[in-house]
C-alpha cells in the first residue's frame, strides 16, 4: 500500500526504515522523503511508527497514597 503518494513510499518501505533504525516521523522524512510536501502521509507514518514500537510508549504515572500518606511535597 502506497502511504506517501508524492514520493511513492509504501508501507514496506516505512517499516524497513523503521527496523533500520528510523524512530519518528523526522526520520522518516530524513530517510524517504515522508511528510516533505503535502503531508497527507504524516497520520498513516505515525501509525505504522506506533504500531512496530508499542514498547516506546510513554509511561503511565500514577500516583497511589499509602494508607494514612499525605500528597508527595511539591517541587520547585
Ligand atoms: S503524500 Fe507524502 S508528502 Fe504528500
Redesign the pocket.
Known sequence: M??????G?TDRDVQTAIKAGARNLRDLSVQL??????????RV?KQLLREAQPHTASPIRVWIPAAGGSAPAASA
Do not use: N, T
Open positions: 502506497y502511504v506517501c503518494l508524492c514520493k513510499v522523503g515522508i511528510a516533505r510536501d503535502c503531508g497527507q502521509c504524516a507514518s
